[in-house]
């Protein structure tokens, strides 16, 4: 009797939903060859061809199409045997962090999505920096995570690109015949590296007016007057004026912010919910 790995299955679900041998690897944490490999090997013990490919994408042969709801059923049932045995719900904490950048003016709406999905778990949320957010992560004191990274980190899949664009309050008018005074978090900021690059690119001069340990502090700076910051799209309030709308091209965006998610294992139907919650325009 040929046997299937759930390995196997994870990888031909996960290229049924994605539809992108790439997004497909960034969702189960495994390489594009790691995936291919996998899949024909799935193939091969199923004696059917599963999936083709077309010049842009994976799609689904008649046999997959039949295959996949299966796959799926398999896999749930791998998992409630595995929830059979662990601690009742009322055991069960969550630990998961967000970077600031990460749509703070959804933050209701991404809390109701965390406690419609708890099932009962208790959660601890962490909502800071993503530096921060990364070593607790090495740490294993959080089970999933947003985090912004010039770098993709190891473990994390991509989950959305936003534009960075630079902001004032509308009354606050930098004078041109002195350095543009600056409102930035402290350090290690991918927001920060990138608009500092943009501004060494064009040689304009620049000062550090006030740095900041929080991006909510900024804006609140900012908002008050103090200079001009960086802020990716989502994170930009209201009241706050695009500079780009004010002077067009001398503002253009320094460039896109990343936002990447690491999770472990057993949390990954959560995952998998903020992954299209998060993708889709966060709501």
């Known amino acids: 009797m040929n046997n299937l790995d759930p390995l196997w299955l994870q990888s031909f679900v996960a290229i049924a939903d994605t539809g992108a041998l790439a997004r497909a690897a960034g969702r189960v944490n495994r390489t594009a060859s790691a995936l291919s490999v996998q899949l024909r090997q799935l193939e091969s013990t199923v004696n059917a061809r599963l999936v083709e490919r077309t010049t842009r994408s994976l799609r689904l042969t008649a046999e997959g199409e039949r295959f996949l709801p299966y796959a799926r059923r398999l896999l749930d049932l791998q998992q409630s045997a595995f929830d059979s045995v662990r601690p009742s719900r009322e055991d069960v904490v969550w630990r998961i962090g967000f970077t600031e950048y990460f749509v703070p003016s959804r933050l209701d709406a991404l809390l109701s999505l965390l406690q419609r999905e708890a099932s009962g778990a208790r959660i601890e949320v962490a909502w800071g920096r993503s530096a ?144 299209d919650w998060g993708r889709a325009g966060a709501g």
Do not use: M
């Open 132 to 275: 921060e957010l990364q070593r607790e992560w090495q740490a294993e004191r959080l089970d999933l995570a947003v985090v912004t990274a010039a770098q993709p980190p190891r473990d994390g899949a991509l989950l959305r690109r936003e534009p960075v664009h630079w902001v004032a309050a509308p009354a606050f008018h930098p004078s041109p015949a002195r350095p543009l005074p600056l409102v930035l978090l402290a350090d290690a900021c991918p927001v920060r590296e990138l608009a500092l690059a943009a501004l060494e690119r064009k040689a304009r001069a620049h000062e550090l007016r006030l740095l900041c340990t929080g991006s909510q502090a900024a804006v609140t700076a900012i908002r008050a007057g103090w200079g001009v910051g960086c802020l990716n799209e989502s994170a930009i309030p209201a009241d706050l004026e695009l500079l780009s709308r004010r002077e067009g091209r001398k503002w253009q965006s320094p460039g896109r912010l990343a936002f990447y998610l690491l999770t472990r294992p057993g949390v990954r139907e959560l995952a998998r919910k903020l992954t």
